[in-house]
């Protein structure tokens, strides 16, 4: 999976999306440069904390918000460039999954008719195909025909959550964006939907971009991992380098704070705990926007942001000092170590 | 220890010395009509001082619930029995006027989502201090000392600033803070948090853990952490209490259940975390689902979905004493070797 196919299903080149305060006066930065391609057949994960953008890159790459500088080619092409009708047919192989099941299903529409429903939008086929491939979708999901006459109100959270899965099945995509599709389910049932993710990547050849703040999620389910911060990429590169061999001091931080469900006697990690929270995306920091919560920030990192950086083949960091051997050692005077 | 009576096994484990909560047989169930739904049945435990107790367990076992009874706060429709007693006194035979004196004094508890516990219109110096004056009334001047020094206990940047603006101008971390601070400005002797960090970012998460584990060190608090995570309670517990459809299920050392839980159950939710199994393998999970009140099992409720149920777990189970320091649900327990999230 480390090399990727000639023609990638999606790359974003230098993308920007901004949004301008509510009062207008100032804007908002949420994704500020970011460039990546996702090959075909690949889980491309990206982590990050609320603030660091995922969720408007995601979206971006469904086409439900516009670059605001930069390009998103879809198999190459640029959809912005399509006309109306085409990109309407184009952006049918391109579809997301939210976070709470709920809030996507229509409560007062029977389970059959809402996975229906994106094929009528699409004015595919007719009414009697359209149930088919619903309820051949539905099975695939592993919810029975039963399940198909209920309500929503009458379905678990898995279970709901499996809907929205069918739903967009049904319109055969070849890439589809899971925004914390898990997030919101317990933790038996997180695993149940993580294999049926799996298990559909085998059997259509799916494409993921799995966005999430689960460091546990992502990296058993990605091929490869985005760390971002504040509109930005700190590293990138396969799961098992950026989660066995962090080269960024931030993703190094956000490993150790992940709680893990290991007696304290047999960790051998020391926990980097930082102080503070994200800043604001209005103004970011200068230079390496990290550097007011880094543990290793050196005068340097204020002037100059940082550049885009491949260590080792697939391995990207934006830090001045990291090395193969990883991140740099925090300053001495770095605070909250345990 | 030699064979331990299976009545007397609860207590066998928790007593050594005077604890500072004792729940037993503590039982809520709702009347809708001519049922009653029952929402827990026979809930025991205790509780020392400084002791920090995890509770865990999917949606609808009723974790949340019993948190709620401790403080009093059940809904009046609610149906409860067994006793709760808490520093010698029993909170179910007092009056409503003076479980008010406990409430946020001796007992607090943090929720899992501040905004909705925080009043949008008053500062947050004015709804902290409150939190003292209504158990101390004193002057404002120094309720507002004691205010600004419970912000500055839980790391509040600036508390002088911070305590004349409102919730909307703070973080999500910082609003968790607020609430923790409010939480803890009476010393209560017993803090119940209800999932406080599952609404935060790893980094904070991280935070509040130390955050909270410091303050129950430091003025030797108990504390009972609601939570749906196990890797959280492996941060922050000694101990962990697993429930399952309205009944605890196991209960032991932290270190001990993650190595070697004694019932199916909490194997099944230790297995099933993403970071024990290998990458991009399947995952364990538990099939089925929690059961609703109205379609109880009979006998072991966790028998649907257990891998290990034979002939003999349609029995009702009591709570035994696998080892010497271990309380589980399961007659089975002494002979079945379960998997925890590593391996010792």
């Known amino acids: ?64 918000i516009a670059p605001s500088d930069g390009t998103i080619l879809h198999g190459g092409t640029d959809l912005r460039t399509l006309s109306r009708s085409r990109f309407r047919e184009w952006r049918r192989a391109y579809q997301i999954i939210f976070q709470d099941p709920n809030a996507a299903l229509n409560p007062r529409r029977r389970i059959l008719d809402s996975v229906t429903e994106p094929l009528e939008v699409a004015g595919s086929g007719d009414a009697a195909s359209r149930r088919r491939i619903a309820l051949e979708m539905l099975a695939h999901v592993g919810l029975s025909d039963e399940i198909a ?190 | 220890m030699s064979a331990v009576g299976l009545a007397e096994a609860p207590r066998a484990v928790a007593i050594n010395t005077q604890p500072l909560l004792r729940v037993s047989g503590l039982g809520i169930g709702f009347r809708v009509g001519q049922t009653r739904w029952e929402a827990t049945r026979d809930i025991s435990f205790s509780l020392k001082s400084g002791e920090r107790v995890g509770v865990v367990g999917e949606s609808g076992c009723g974790k949340s619930i019993t948190g709620l009874a401790l403080l009093g706060l059940l809904p009046g429709s609610a149906d409860v029995s067994g006793e709760i007693i808490f520093d010698g006194k029993n909170l179910r035979d007092l009056p409503s006027r003076q479980m008010r004196t406990i409430r946020g004094r001796d007992i607090a508890m943090i929720f899992q989502e501040p905004m909705s516990a925080l009043d949008p219109v008053f500062t947050i110096g004015d709804q902290i201090s409150e939190a003292w004056r209504t158990h101390f009334p ?113 209960d032991a050392a932290v270190e001990d259940v993650l190595i070697r839980p004694r019932h199916p159950y909490t194997s099944g939710l230790l297995r099933s975390l993403p970071g024990t199994a290998a990458r991009r393998t399947k995952l364990p999970s538990i099939p089925g689902r929690v059961p609703s009140p109205a379609n109880m099992p009979t006998g072991c409720r966790f028998r649907p979905r257990c891998p290990h149920s034979i002939d003999g777990c349609e029995a009702e189970q009591a709570m035994i004493a696998p080892s010497s320091t271990h309380l589980a649900r399961c007659w089975r327990s002494p002979e079945l070797n379960l998997p925890g999230a590593v391996s010792a």
């Open chain 2, 138 to 250: 004193t002057q404002r001047v120094e309720a507002r000392e004691r205010a600004l020094a419970a912000l500055s206990d839980v790391g509040i940047p600036a508390p002088a600033r911070r305590y004349d603006e409102y919730p909307h101008q703070l973080s999500g971390g910082m609003r968790q803070r607020v609430m923790i601070a409010m939480a803890l400005i009476c010393e209560p002797k017993l803090l119940v948090a209800d999932e406080p960090t599952t609404a935060l970012d790893v980094t904070v998460q991280a935070q509040i853990i130390d955050l909270l584990r410091a303050l129950s060190e430091r003025k030797g608090a108990a504390l009972i952490f609601i939570t749906h995570d196990l890797g959280v309670v492996a941060e922050i517990c000694t101990r962990v209490l697993t429930m399952y459809a309205g009944e605890i299920v196991e």
């Open chain 1, 1 to 64: 999976m480390s090399a990727p196919l000639p023609q990638p299903i999606v790359s974003a080149r230098d993308l920007r999306i901004l949004f301008p305060t509510r009062d207008g006066l100032e804007t908002v930065k949420a994704v500020d440069g970011v460039a990546f391609d996702v090959a075909q057949g690949e889980t491309f994960g990206i982590i990050g904390e609320s603030g660091s953008g995922k969720t408007t890159i995601g979206r971006a790459l469904v086409s439900l």
């Open chain 1, 149 to 338: 006459a209920r309500f929503p109100h009458q379905l678990s959270g898995g279970q709901k959550q499996r809907v929205n899965i069918a739903r967009v099945l049904t319109l055969r995509p070849k890439l589809i964006v899971c925004d914390e599709s898990v997030a919101a389910l317990d933790v038996s049932i997180r695993g149940d939907i993580l294999n049926l993710f799996a298990d559909l990547q085998r059997e259509f050849g799916l494409t993921y971009v799995f966005i999430t703040h689960d460091i546990s999620v992502v990296s058993h389910i990605s091929d490869r991992v985005a760390v971002t911060y504040l509109g930005k990429f700190m590293e990138l590169g396969r799961t098992e380098d950026v989660i066995d061999h962090p080269l960024h001091p931030y993703t190094q931080a956000l490993l150790s704070a992940e709680p893990k469900p290991v007696p304290s006697a047999l960790r051998d990690d020391r926990r980097i705990i930082l102080s503070g929270e994200i800043p604001s995306p209005i103004s970011p920091p200068s230079g390496c926007r990290f550097r007011t919560r880094c543990p290793a920030a050196q005068a340097l990192c204020a002037e100059h942001e940082p550049d885009w950086r491949e260590l080792t083949q697939g391995h990207h960091v934006a830090c001045h000092f990291a090395t193969l051997q990883g991140p740099p050692a925090p300053n001495k005077t770095a605070q909250g170590e345990t």
